[in-house]
């Protein structure tokens, strides 16, 4: 047990209850409000303390009180105070000894006035960090290793009642143990490998600049990195295309069969013997094609989809998602599965959301079908099934415009995987061009199908005019010049797959460690672009310390996680090596730690440069940056040609994040700016403060 320091957290007022009342651990205070609202036999009596509340109700003639959490009361931190690395030893504190975490005080407090509760449930969300929070909030606050465990996917009555007439008699120690051990591991590469690298490049620049990575951090970097220099690197190569413009009874555009020529003679003599030739039907191919509904959603394919449809980061999505499950009108929306058990009751959900008007005529539909079997995946999940709607919808104007939105993808998405294949019609037409071939396709619907239900996807519909084999048309034939293009950026969908592909984190980290990047400056952009510095710093890992970004290593130690959580590997041997490994690392990084700080050093320079770059100056066209004053500390913009006379600045809000657009004012061409502030609107200006926006 460590030191809390409890005569500073003892109450004002002595513990007011008995031993015989049941404690349920809530991980939020919205799920403890539903859990007493689903349990409660009788009225429920809310309390506060500290202007934090808890809920007391009976049921089954005992009294139960629900106390929530906020996330994590405990976090990890280095016994050993001075900076410095290699660090190993490690404890449990509690979170508010923190500063951003102060919040969670009054949390500790309220909990600890029911340390006597005869009987605690874990009620925290069924996942390895839900049950990292019960565990160590057993552990920390109540000296205790064990509890009941209540396990369910929704916040709804019917699913809360069943969890807890069903509670497991245990916490879920496999599930508790590899939650525990990515901590551990987490903790244990950032802190050192941040460490060392900012260490690094202090010893040569001076000051003092965080520089970080992680042990997920760092192998997301370097895939990202990896395909910054593939576009850096890329040289296009010139091709070309032959396209013929067949003058039927509508004009048919039909494709060269071998598609890209790169000889330019080859093409030019093509072009040439097909010029002012005929076009006559060789052959006329017809066939139906079935279109299979899509799978329900997991995590991933969730902000993915948020992400195209909506353009909602993955961090969004994974918020407004949370605000929808904690209302109790989606299920947990942390999953793996791709699979919707019949358990979950398709029939009695499509009839609550037929009270829906928008869903009303769709859900009506489905249930007209004798049977109702929805399309899965092969993905599954043990802890939660795929993400649907529960049979506790919201009404829909109460909901903020982006949660509208993700709700109904949602819905939507449920429908889909309940409808019927949609047909379609492929028509392939060959022309033969004076012993050349030409291909058109053309694609029709003949049957909506799912499509009906799921209005995000858009079928590609070309529809050819009816030819018969032999018919002869007059064409006219053009060349086409292109070139090869260099690999599509990553956009923060496509990442997100690419490290779930390379079991990099979980559904559940994922999208903040992409934030994180973000936040470092490491990338930018929608369409990720890696800024200088995140290179330099992939780059000198990558020469001097490579297994700290080597992908392979971070998904050996996520299967090794899995492990623990089945109970076939224990937490402590996969920490042991863990250690041993990154200690060869340390000691790998200690013998190049003056080149890497010297290779950072040099970079970090032009990095800064660049992203306090906002545009263009509008009064000489040199470039505009964020400046703070030396004297006031305040930020403002200025030209970079100031020494030689520019005068043009302009203030700005001292606080939020900047976020540069690539829009000129349409009054003044000055650079449009956004500011994000949290738990605020983000708001756009022009940079120039003499514009006459009117």
């Known amino acids: 047990m460590f030191d809390f320091e409890e005569n500073q957290l003892k109450l004002k007022q002595k513990n007011r209850f008995m031993s015989n009342f049941v404690l349920l651990i809530a991980e939020k205070p919205q799920a403890a409000l ?49 900076w410095s690395y290699p660090v190993f030893e490690m404890e449990w504190v509690p979170a508010f000894k923190r500063k951003e975490s102060a919040f969670s005080l009054p949390y500790y407090k309220n909990l600890k006035m029911f340390e006597n509760a005869e009987e605690i449930v874990v009620c925290c969300d069924y996942d390895t960090e839900g049950e990292v929070i019960g565990y160590n909030i057993l552990r920390f606050v109540f000296g205790r290793e064990d509890a009941k465990r209540m396990k369910f996917s929704t916040l709804t009555k019917p699913d809360l009642i069943e969890a807890y007439e069903n509670m497991m008699e245990h916490i879920d120690f496999g599930q508790a143990e590899a939650g525990l051990t990515r901590h551990y591991l987490d903790f244990l590469w950032g802190i050192n490998t941040t460490r060392a690298l900012t260490i690094s490049m202090r010893s040569v620049k001076g000051g003092f600049a965080i520089v970080s990575t992680g042990r997920v951090q760092g192998p997301t970097l370097h895939l990202l990195a990896k395909r910054e220099k593939e576009i850096a690197s890329f040289v296009p190569t010139p091709y070309w295309e032959l396209e013929s413009h067949v003058l039927a009874k509508k004009e048919i555009v039909a494709v060269y069969e071998k598609g890209k020529i790169f000889a330019k003679q080859e093409a030019e003599r093509i072009y040439e013997e097909c ?90 539909e489905l249930l007209k079908k004798s049977v109702l079997k929805p399309k899965e995946g092969t993905k599954e999940d043990p802890a939660h099934p795929a993400i649907y709607p529960t049979t506790q919808p919201p009404n829909i104007e109460s909901l903020n415009p982006q949660e509208k939105k993700l ?115 490491y990338i930018k952009g929608k369409s990720i672009k890696v800024t200088s510095f995140g290179l330099a710093v992939t780059e000198a890992l990558e020469k001097y310390c490579p297994q700290i970004i080597d992908v392979g290593l971070t998904a050996k130690f996520e299967e090794e996680m899995e492990m623990i959580r089945e109970r076939k590997k224990e937490m402590q041997d996969v ?120």
């Open 34 to 82: 539903k859990i007493a609202q689903a349990l409660s036999e009788g009225e429920i009596s809310k309390k506060s303390n500290n202007n934090v509340y808890w809920f007391e109700f009976y049921r089954n003639g005992k009294k139960h009180v629900c106390v929530p959490t906020v996330g994590h009361l405990f976090v990890l931190d280095a016994k050993e105070k001075k």
């Open 275 to 364: 010029k002012g030739k005929e076009a006559v039907v060789a052959d006329v191919k017809s066939k139906e094609t079935k279109l299979s509904p899509p799978v329900p959603f997991d995590t991933t394919a969730l902000q993915t989809e948020a992400y195209r449809c909506f353009g909602f980061s993955p961090a969004q999505t994974l918020s407004i998602a949370e605000s929808l499950y904690t209302a109790g009108y989606i299920s947990y929306p942390r999953t793996s599965s791709q699979k919707l058990p019949e358990k979950i009751g398709y029939k009695s959900i499509l009839l609550a959301l037929k009270k829906i008007n928008m869903f009303e005529k769709d859900a009506e």
């Open 575 to 694: 920490i042991k090596e863990a250690k041993d490994v990154l200690s060869s690392i340390l000691e790998e990084f200690r013998e190049n730690e003056s080149k890497i700080g010297e290779f950072l050093a040099e970079k970090y320079k032009s990095t800064i440069k660049e992203m306090n770059f906002v545009g263009k100056c509008p009064k000489c066209d040199n470039d505009l940056l964020i400046i703070k004053s030396k004297s006031s500390g305040k930020r403002f913009v200025g030209c970079s040609n100031y020494k030689n006379g520019c005068d043009f600045s302009s203030p700005l809000p001292q606080k939020g994040n900047i976020h540069f657009t690539e829009k000129l004012c349409k009054k003044c061409s000055s650079p449009i700016v956004i500011i994000k502030t949290k738990g605020k609107r983000p708001f756009s200006f022009c940079l120039n403060v003499n514009c006459k926006k009117d």
């Open 407 to 521: 709700y109904e993808l949602i819905v939507r998405r449920f429908f889909a995987v309940f409808g019927d294949n949609a047909l379609r019609k492929v028509v392939k037409i060959a022309f033969d061009i004076n012993s050349h071939k030409f291909i058109a396709t053309g694609y029709t619907t003949i049957g909506l199908g799912w499509l009906k239900y799921y209005p995000f996807v858009e079928a590609k519909e070309i529809e050819l005019p009816e030819v018969k084999k032999g018919e002869v048309f007059a064409q006219k034939i053009f060349l086409l010049e292109k070139e090869t293009k260099p690999p599509e950026r990553y956009t923060q969908a496509s990442i997100l797959k690419e490290m779930e592909k390379n079991n990099l984190g979980t559904k559940a980290t994922r999208a903040q460690i992409l934030q994180t990047l973000y936040d470092r400056g």
